[in-house]
């Protein structure tokens, strides 16, 4: 049904945007009208005998409850709430022709104005519920999302129906690729997959028998394999512009799979098993609470039902399902994995070069330390989660060189250095812009239960550097100050204390003076609640760096105890080097102590606290007896 070219949907309408509207459509719009004129009169001249066509034939697909609670997987509660009377209409059964002359006006109202559904029975779907000039693109969702819901009445209306009823139900659905000319880019991605895509497949299943819609749904499997393998890579990771509505994706991908499979649509078979790497991507991409990463503060929960449906992808692949039990998603009795062997898992830590982006995590289990960054930025995105989400938004970098602002442009990070093993998940980034160069790490210990953070910004002759970088806080979580320290703790509403963060580039004691803070502060914009961390640096002619790491205690009970942290002196050839030449911290928490160096000039043989290094990067636990064994080394 919508003849949409496949290529990236954001293009498409930003030029949209930018081109001045016409009355007049377009040759490809015209073509496709002319089109759906000849074969819809056709039906329409012998009705009859399309009905009798119809009827002969056993439906591929059916609009039961069961169905319809398919669609609604990986959706807000929002959109399904302003959803749910057309949800009870079409799992209803209901066959009466004047619900039908409603579902046609339905159809009508939501391709010519985005008219939806408020509350109250079919009648009221007609309804304007939202603000033309809304900054959310709610509505678009909620267009597209009650397409797909007609769209499996479809056969019903054929059977049960008029000719005019059914016609005015197609044309509209046809028209609903003008419906998204405006959307956001977060959005595009979703509104192609439904409307270009599953759309014309869902219709292709209800009416099989009918030789145009059989030849729609075709072209949409083939556009489905085109547009997906461009949005994952090889192991099934998505693509920054799919983390948002990933949960509402995976959905439409399962069920565009089974609809290829009952419509007999080839989609052939290294597509599907990039999709079957998709079920374990999206097991691995849940945080704490069920909830997918990156899909905001109305995430809703992944129920077993999604879960259970979702791993058809992986082809009832063991592991695959032994790591959905490992980590909560499904029940034993749904896997049939009563006691999964956890070592044959593959790696929780993922980490995508392509896609620019990945999440660092402790192990499988639901209550684990998780990390998830997206790169593809140079504001990037990050959510931090140990049993609850503690950070969740984008990290506002600024960094000022001499006063003037740096700008930053809008490539994302280059991936620099990658580890993963039993003890810690580290990765390093970096992003070079107008002669400044900007090195992030971050490192989970799984052991030990903590996430170090740290920003390097560094330029080769003199001047100075100014760094900010605002973290933003999960909704819930509130920020606590220690007094006479600069320590916080992040708190959440009704837990009390998740955990402690350490400005460790800082000094402990407030009264000390020193080129920086670290302080709660409120968004301006949106009142959101965030970290403000501020360093500034006075290089040398020779250049240098400035360092800003900050060290998370994601233990709650540890948090509550006694801590302490220290700059220390690093040394080479017996003369003390300059902390923006390399910097080496010592941290306590209760009983346990770590050191952190890091050479931030050049790469030296150094020394600090009885350790002597000759690379990047370097962190240790110390044992009791006062050795330090090694978490992390970069040479």
């Not at 309804?127 to 909620?142: I, Y």
């Not at 083939?222 to 547009?227: M, P, Q």
């Not at 979702?310 to 896997?335: E, I, Y």
């Not at 044959?344 to 960054?373: F, G, H, N, Y």
């Amino acid at each position: 049904m919508i003849s949409q070219n496949p290529e990236n949907l954001s293009q498409s309408m930003s030029e949209k945007e930018s081109t001045p509207q016409s009355n007049e459509p377009t040759l490809g719009e015209s073509n496709v009208e002319s089109k759906l004129n000849l074969w819809m009169d056709r039906i329409s001249d012998d009705w009859i005998k399309t009905v009798k066509k119809v009827s002969k034939s056993k439906p591929l697909t059916k609009s039961s409850k069961k169905a319809v609670k398919r669609m609604c997987f990986g959706l807000s509660t929002e959109l399904v709430d302003k959803a749910q009377p057309l949800i009870a209409h079409i799992g209803s059964g209901t066959r009466a022709i004047p619900e039908f002359e409603q579902l046609a006006g339905l159809a009508e109202s939501i391709s010519s104005s985005i008219q939806s559904i408020e509350h109250g029975e079919l009648e009221s779907h007609s309804q304007e519920v939202f603000d033309a000039h809304s900054k959310s693109n709610q509505h678009q969702l909620l267009a597209a999302f009650s397409s797909l819901l007609v769209a499996m009445k479809l056969r019903e209306a054929v059977l049960h129906g008029t000719d005019l009823q059914f016609e005015r139900i197609i044309r509209s659905l046809q028209n609903l690729q003008c419906c998204v000319s405006a959307a956001s880019e977060e959005d595009a991605v979703l509104l192609h997959q439904w409307l270009a895509i599953e759309l014309p497949m869902v219709i292709a299943s209800q009416l099989f028998e009918v030789k145009p819609f059989k030849k729609e749904g075709k072209q949409a499997a083939k556009r489905f394999v085109e547009v997906t393998r461009n949005l994952l890579d090889s192991d099934g990771w998505p693509g920054s512009n799919c983390m948002t509505h990933f949960g509402a994706l995976v959905a439409s991908w399962t069920r565009c799979a089974k609809l290829a499979e009952v419509c007999k649509f080839k989609l052939g078979s290294s597509f599907l098993a990039q999709l079957e790497w998709v079920a374990e991507q999206f097991v691995r991409l849940h945080g704490p609470k069920r909830r997918l990463v990156f899909s905001g503060d109305g995430a809703v929960k992944t129920d077993a039902a999604f879960a259970e449906f979702v791993m058809q992808l992986a082809s009832n692949d063991k592991r695959t399902l032994a790591t959905a039990t490992v980590s909560g998603l499904l029940g034993p009795k749904v896997t049939g994995v009563k006691k999964p062997d956890v070592k044959s898992l593959s790696d929780a830590t993922c980490v995508s070069e392509w896609a620019q982006s990945a999440i660092l995590r402790s192990s499988w289990k639901p209550k684990s330390s998780v990390v998830a960054i997206d790169f593809s930025n140079p504001q990037c995105r990050i959510e931090l989660a140990a049993k609850d989400r503690l950070l969740s938004g984008i990290l506002q970098l600024e960094v000022r060189d001499d006063g003037e602002p740096v700008a930053l442009g809008k490539s994302g990070f280059d991936l620099v250095c990658e580890l993963d093993d039993d003890e810690v998940s580290y990765v390093e980034l970096e992003l070079q812009q107008n002669g400044i160069q900007i090195f992030r790490q971050l490192m989970l210990s799984k052991k030990d239960r903590f996430l170090f953070f740290a920003d390097s910004v560094s330029k080769k002759g003199a001047g100075e550097l100014d760094y900010r970088l605002k973290l933003p806080l999960a909704a819930g979580v509130d920020v606590i100050r220690e007094n006479g320290t600069r320590e916080m703790y992040l708190n959440r509403k009704g837990k009390g204390i998740r955990s402690l963060v350490l400005p460790i580039s800082l000094p402990e004691w407030s009264a000390e003076r020193c080129r920086g803070l670290f302080l709660p502060e409120e968004s301006v914009d949106n009142g959101s609640k965030l970290l403000n961390a501020e360093k500034s640096v006075q290089l040398p002619p020779e250049g240098g760096a400035l360092y800003s790491p900050l060290f998370f205690d994601l233990d709650p009970e540890r948090s509550r105890q006694k801590r302490t942290w220290r700059s220390l002196t690093v040394a080479e050839q017996l003369n003390i080097v300059r902390p923006e030449v390399a910097s080496a911290y010592r941290v306590q928490v209760a009983e346990q102590q770590w050191v952190f160096y890091r050479a931030l000039q050049s790469i030296g043989n150094r020394t600090f606290m009885g350790q002597n290094f000759n690379g990047d990067f370097y962190a240790g636990r110390f044992f009791e007896d006062g050795l330090v064994g090694e978490l992390v080394q970069v040479e």
